[in-house]
């Protein structure tokens, strides 16, 4: 996946006039018009790319010290990979060669009996190392892990009600859930 999203920025990045790069999924949709989206983005001087500590299994527990010396698992982050980045940060990522070895060889799927995605930890390990005060901390999209469950919450026609959108286009900040389990049973109580 970081392969594919370093390819998708290179190709973007070839068109000067580009200033923001957006990777959403498939099931997003827009909660307000493209004007206001759009102000919103250009004129924000940071990048929304997600950025928490999850000292759970799902989140440091994923760590390997083979990342070591370059990434201490200190550094270590989880977050979703849908971004909306800065032209500069881009650049970044493009140009970093030696934290993405260290994802790309040591944080898969089944090695050292975890389960590694780097797509879920790359970029927010890479932005709290080489820029922390350049990143937004939360993502420009709403996802709703609530539930507890592996994925988030999944609205259907008949969860979208004027009340929900106003809910969601209201809130001004991001509730990261951990998986450990102490911290997440504090929050679903």
Request: one cysteine or more; charged letters at 20%; a negative charge.
């Amino acid at each position: 996946m970081v392969d594919a999203e370093k390819r998708l920025l290179a190709h973007a990045l070839i068109d000067p006039d580009n200033q923001q790069f957006v990777l959403l999924s498939d099931s997003c949709v827009p909660l307000h018009n493209f004007e206001y989206v759009y102000n919103y983005l250009m004129f924000t001087n940071v990048s929304f790319i997600d950025c928490f500590t999850d000292p759970g299994p799902h989140g440091t527990g994923r760590y390997s010290e083979h990342m070591l010396p370059e990434v201490e698992k200190k550094a270590f982050r989880k977050a979703s990979q849908w971004f909306s980045m800065k032209r500069q940060h881009a650049i970044m990522v493009m140009a970093d060669s030696l934290y993405y070895t260290k994802f790309r060889l040591y944080c898969k799927p089944n090695m050292d009996g975890r389960n590694c995605y780097a797509d879920e930890h790359y970029l927010p390990t890479l932005f709290n190392m080489i820029d922390p005060s350049g990143i937004a901390n939360w993502s420009v999209t709403h996802v709703d892990w609530s539930e507890g469950k592996w994925h988030p919450k999944a609205y259907r026609a008949q969860d979208v009600t004027y009340e929900i959108l106003k809910n969601i286009t209201s809130l001004d900040e991001s509730i990261h859930v951990t998986s450990d389990a102490k911290v997440l049973s504090l929050l679903l109580e």
